[in-house]
T-cell receptor
Framework: AQKITQTQPGMFVQEKEAVTLDCTYD???????LFWYKQPSSGEMIFLIY??????QNATEGRYSLNFQKARKSANLVISASQLGDSAMYFC??????????????FGKGTLLTVNP | NAGVTQTPKFRVLKTGQSMTLLCAQD?????MYWYRQDPGMGLRLIHY???????AKGEVPDGYNVSRLKKQNFLLGLESAAPSQTSVYFC?????????????FGEGSRLTVL
């Protein structure tokens, strides 16, 4: 079974609108972390936002927020007021903190976001 | 302000040739990782290291070997390259003592095996 599922291969949004990128995860660990990365067409991996499993508040970083629904095992990324520069591939990832995890991240397959002017 | 540096950035190999990708980080991170990225597959972990002198297999280790003789360096080797190893390879490091422990990535190395 996939540990990270991103069901939207591609998404389109109009500039200045908000967009939600979906991510569901599967783990039996009680302690884990969820990450979102952005990969523009230039190829580099840019860390956006982090949510710990014990964090009660949803994480926010500027225009990025993480809609964390623990019972549903979802960690959706919300981008407010989209900009043309937000066009990129977005990856959701999870770190399981149980014994022997060694802090490695498991990535989803990604969602390609296109922001239209 | 180097962070994580990968060399080479591009390489073309013939089937059966060998090569080594070098990853160097200057952040004193304990953990280092090699991922490969293929279209529609996301990033998949090849091998990783939790400290100098230690390595472990990830999700897709076959056909690759690694070494971490120095804390700052993590080498990925292909002994006999195959076309299936055509991919973009990313090295990453992390320091999971304070903060979220996000991965810091290199710029990637694009490898083509003919």
């Amino acid at each position: 079974a996939q540990k990270i599922t991103q069901t939207q291969p591609g998404m389109f949004v109009q500039e200045k609108e908000a967009v939600t990128l979906d991510c569901t995860y599967d783990t039996s660990d009680q302690s884990y972390g969820l990450f979102w990365y952005k990969q523009p067409s230039s190829g580099e991996m840019i860390f956006l936002i982090y949510q710990g499993s014990y964090d009660e508040q949803n994480a926010t970083e500027g225009r990025y927020s993480l809609n964390f629904q623990k019972a549903r095992k979802s960690a959706n990324l919300v981008i407010s007021a989209s900009q043309l520069g937000d066009s990129a591939m977005y990856f959701c990832a999870m770190r399981e903190d149980g014994g022997g995890s060694n802090y490695k991240l498991t990535f989803g397959k990604g969602t390609l976001l296109t922001v239209n002017p | 302000n180097a962070g994580v540096t990968q060399t080479p950035k591009f390489r073309v190999l013939k089937t059966g040739q060998s090569m080594t990708l070098l990853c160097a980080q200057d952040m004193n991170h304990e953990y280092m990782y090699w991922y490969r990225q293929d279209p529609g597959m996301g990033l998949r972990l090849i091998h990783y290291s939790v400290g100098e002198g230690t390595t472990a297999k990830g999700e897709v280790p076959d056909g690759y070997n690694v070494s971490r003789l120095k804390k700052q360096n993590f080498l990925l080797g292909l002994e006999s390259a195959a076309p299936s190893q055509t991919s973009v390879y990313f090295c990453a490091s992390s320091y999971y003592r304070t903060g979220p422990g996000e991965l810091f990535f290199g710029e990637g190395s694009r490898l083509t095996v003919l």
